[in-house]
């Protein structure tokens, strides 16, 4: 599996912004679709997570009411839309895959495969 991260960019504090995260190849293995994040000097944190097949949600408490994370199974793309972004939310969002359905789903090790992170910059 392949996953492509897309849709960073610079916005101001307040903005809303939509990430993609494109996958290809052995799609059907895909369990659930994460997106994590690192902002600068600090560690990879989860931000939400989607099953592929039943379309359950859940995100850290920092997004929840915020964020929301989608998916297209035809297009096999998941997406998170970022609305009211505060400055220390910029960094590097990743989308990642999972084989497994863990319930430690918020643990970057169970996710098996990853994309290249596209950079998120809040201005304030």
């Known amino acids: 599996v392949q996953l492509q991260a897309s849709g960073g960019g610079v916005v101001q504090a307040g903005d809303s912004l939509r990430l993609s995260c494109a996958a290809s190849?052995?799609?059907?293995?895909?369990?659930?679709v994460g997106w994590f994040r690192r902002a600068p000097g600090k560690e990879r944190e989860f931000v939400a997570t989607i099953y592929w097949s039943s379309g359950n949600t859940y995100y850290s408490e920092s997004v929840k009411g915020r964020f929301t994370i989608s998916r297209d199974n035809v297009k096999n793309t998941a997406y998170l839309q970022m609305n009211s972004l505060k400055a220390e939310e910029t960094g590097v969002y990743y989308c990642a895959a999972s084989r497994s359905g863990s319930s430690n789903r918020q643990i970057s090790s169970v996710y098996d495969y990853w994309g290249q992170g596209t950079l998120v910059t809040v201005s304030s």
């Open positions: 190849g052995r799609t059907v293995s895909i369990y659930n």
